[in-house]
């Protein structure tokens, strides 16, 4: 290792969602994406004198001489990356200031110091097409300037082209940084440049959530309506059975509940300081919230609020949205589902006005179900592992099994509608005979 740091600037770049990308391919197919993505960046960097001097499964990291370079490369790229690929994009941070030059074998080089961790963890926190550049050594329009040949088609002054965003918190860093968003889109809303960054609350890689409000998922076990409060059953970490407390107060939206409905929550103090569940979100019920962002694939995020006016963010599938006109800060209405370990909470029935709900009648309130009788439901969760799930139908939660699918090779998953027979289950629930599939709407986990 060289004794004396060296300034330059870096830039990591990164296949955004790349785990997803990876599921969906063979070990064979992801290198051959991984290599195309690997030749079009690297004539890109080249052309403005940049270099890659580390290469991750899901990127790569590149330095430059200068900062003008190394964010003009970055735009260019993120332009070009469309042509290249209508499937893939990138989450790419910029960072200027001094590292440490490690000599590798083979003639390689590395460098460590805190203005390259800076650049990558702004790629980590980076969402869809983002550009995020570290401020601290620059001045946006005094000394760099950058274009876009979207920026160019509507005139774009240079100040509008870089937006400040909030301090953002970094692993490993005592104070939050300060940053910039690259706005080289012909629109402020289009692939995120208003929301480029992953929030505090929905972020599964830099969570700092403490072990007591992390999130809970389990079934209503005894609820006094006339009294307003109830008790949830649930597993805790360590598969340990457990019972816990919560008021009609701090059940999201005020929506109705029932006993045996499944719900979402956290764990927080109560009175004198004993554990009851908060920002209580029931599966299956209908909500209001916003189009927070709209990706590159034509999937969303919607985002609610729960009690202490923290952000609740909901995944929406490109289908969900194909067939409406749905743009960002949309209020829309939607029926609450649970994805994969990956997408987590999923919005499905999207309906952005307001008229008749297509499934309303699946969905709303609504009497109890009559034994023998022909109902059809919608999936809101399925565990596909252990072969069984729940869903919805006029407010009673209905236990779905693979035992009772006519067609075993279509396992339901959340979103999907299905018809079934109606018979008892335990508990004076219900349980799901002779399933079948009537529309398949929903998530491949």
């Not at 064979?28 to 580390?54: L, P």
């Not at 300037?145 to 160019?152: C, L, N, Q, R, V």
């Not at 009788?373 to 565990?383: P, W």
């Not at 090779?409 to 349980?431: H, L, Q």
Request: proline share 4%; aromatic share 10%; glycine share 6%.
């Amino acid at each position: 290792m060289e004794n004396n740091p060296v300034e330059k600037t870096f830039l990591q770049i990164r296949i955004f969602n790349s785990d997803q990308a990876k599921k969906s391919m063979s070990d064979f197919d992801w290198a051959i994406f991984f290599n195309d993505f690997f030749e079009a960046s690297s004539k890109i960097i080249h052309t403005y004198s940049g270099q890659v001097v580390r290469l991750s499964s899901e990127g790569i990291l590149v330095i430059f001489e200068d900062t003008f370079n190394g964010v003009q490369a970055a735009v260019d790229l993120q332009e070009s990356i469309k042509t290249i690929d209508g499937h893939s994009s990138c989450a790419i941070g910029v960072a200027t200031g001094q590292a440490y030059k490690v000599n590798l074998t083979d003639n390689r080089i590395d460098y460590i110091g805190a203005c390259v961790d800076i650049a990558i963890y702004l790629a980590i926190r980076a969402r869809g097409n983002a550009i995020l550049l570290h401020a601290p050594l620059v001045k946006p329009g005094e000394n760099i300037t950058i274009h876009s040949k979207a920026g160019e088609v509507i005139n774009r002054p240079q100040q509008d082209y870089f937006i400040e965003q909030p301090p953002v918190k970094l692993p490993a860093f005592t104070h939050p940084i300060s940053c910039f968003s690259i706005n080289w889109q012909v629109q402020p809303s289009h692939f995120l440049s208003t929301h480029p960054i992953e929030d505090e609350i929905t972020s599964s890689i830099l969570s700092d959530t403490s072990p007591d409000e992390q999130v809970h998922f389990g079934r209503i076990s005894a609820f006094k309506k006339e009294r307003g409060f109830g008790f949830i059953q649930f597993y805790t970490e360590d598969q340990e059975y457990n019972e816990i407390y919560f008021h009609m107060t701090y059940v999201i939206n005020q929506t109705p509940v029932q006993e045996h409905d499944h719900v979402q929550f956290v764990i927080k103090p109560g009175k004198e300081g004993r554990p009851q569940a908060c920002s209580v979100l029931v599966m299956g019920s209908r909500m209001q919230g916003q189009i927070e962002s709209i990706e590159a694939d034509g999937s969303a995020h919607i985002t609610i609020h729960n009690q202490d006016f923290g952000l609740i963010r909901f995944f929406a599938l490109p289908q969900e949205l194909n067939s409406k006109d749905i743009q960002i800060n949309d209020v829309v209405e939607f029926t609450v589902g649970s994805g994969s370990d990956t997408e987590g909470l999923i919005a499905i029935d999207i309906k952005n006005d307001n008229g008749e709900e297509e499934y309303s009648e699946i969905v709303g309130s609504g009497d109890n179900l009559q034994i023998g009788s022909i109902e059809r439901a919608i999936i809101t969760v399925y565990f596909e592992d252990k072969g069984y799930g729940f869903a919805k139908c006029r407010r009673n939660n209905v236990y779905v099994h693979v035992s009772e699918l006519i067609s075993p090779e279509n396992i339901p998953v959340p979103g999907d509608v299905i018809e079934f027979e109606v018979f008892p289950g335990r508990d004076s629930t219900y349980r799901a005979n002779s399933i079948r599939l009537v529309i398949k709407k929903g998530l491949s986990l």
